[in-house]
């Protein structure tokens, strides 16, 4: 489905579900064909133990543009053991969703009481860092070297957000 782009597009959040999951498996294959991003996590798990808590709630979200009665995901973000991870179509980027995104991540966060969250970026991603920076995300450790199945060499970066604030009272 192509939008009209001379029309107006809205756009809204929901937690995924099997009811979508074609249009959403479909959205993933798309996310691949545009970035590299989805090759990240599988080489770092691969070198990296994970820490596995199953104790920790988790949340999957997907952007929906909507035009007339037409819907479509074009973006996702979850959180899963802590960890963050969002992706939108280049054709929608740039208009703040990335933003309502994580906000939405952020709030959802916080009613579960996580104490931080976190997420590894490629440096070169600048949209990213730039948005991660925006929420005061912190970069904890030095840059990764990191040689993707596609052959492209990226640095990564470790960055966390606290979410509680310890006491500091006596």
């Given amino acids: 489905m192509i939008f009209d782009r001379t029309k107006p597009i809205t756009f809204s959040l929901e937690e995924a579900s099997l009811r979508r ?11 691949m064909s545009e970035t590299d991003t989805f090759l990240v996590a599988s080489v770092r798990d691969g070198q990296i133990v994970a820490e596995e ?3 920790e709630p988790a949340i999957t979200l997907l952007l929906i543009a909507e035009q007339q009665n037409d819907t479509l995901p074009v973006g996702i973000a ?6 963050i991870g969002m992706a939108i179509l280049k054709d929608f980027q740039g ?8 906000v939405a ?11 931080k969250v976190w997420l590894d970026v490629q440096t070169d991603n600048l949209v990213a860092t730039h948005l991660y920076d925006k929420f005061d995300f912190k970069k904890v450790g030095s840059e990764v070297n990191l040689t993707l199945p596609n052959g492209r060499v990226t640095k990564l970066q470790h960055m966390v957000k606290f979410l509680v604030k310890e006491n500091t009272s006596l």
């Avoid at 208009?95 to 994580?102: I, K, N």
């Avoid at 966060?109 to 996580?114: I, Q």
């Fill in 105 to 115: 991540l952020l709030d959802w966060a916080e009613v579960v009481k996580l104490e």
């Fill in 53 to 55: 808590n199953t104790d």
């Fill in 21 to 31: 999951a074609q249009a959403w498996q479909s959205l993933i294959q798309n996310l």
């Fill in 78 to 83: 979850s959180i899963e053991n802590g960890e």
């Fill in 95 to 102: 208009a703040g969703l990335g933003q309502s995104l994580m």
